[in-house]
């Protein structure tokens, strides 16, 4: 019977955490492409509450890297500062967990 404990060590391995990480930025990354497109053909939205979500589980780089390259959502002050502090809230909380 495996142990809960050897589950997670086998589940978070380095490799499978930079797989996520490069899979969650890029999807973010083209969901503001997405958006972005879909704001200029006046259809149907992704929502702030969304973009927020997907920075929030790790999608934060391709989150700026997405605002900047569509110039999307760079005049609201809560996405122009909110993805920046996001990010550096999950360093924080990352090298606190790995002293830990």
Do not use: C
């Amino acid at each position: 019977m495996i142990n809960i404990e050897q589950l997670i060590q086998a589940i978070f391995t380095i490799k499978n955490i930079v797989i996520y990480l490069l899979a969650i930025n890029i999807i973010t990354f083209l969901i503001m492409w997405w958006d972005k497109h879909e704001a200029k053909v006046g259809d149907w939205r992704v929502s702030e509450k969304t973009l927020f979500m997907l920075v929030l589980i790790g999608g934060g780089i391709g989150g700026i890297i997405g605002m900047y390259t569509f110039r999307h959502k760079t005049k609201k002050w809560y996405f122009k500062y909110g993805f920046p502090i996001i990010i550096i809230l999950q360093i924080i909380l990352a090298i606190y967990f790995y002293i830990i």
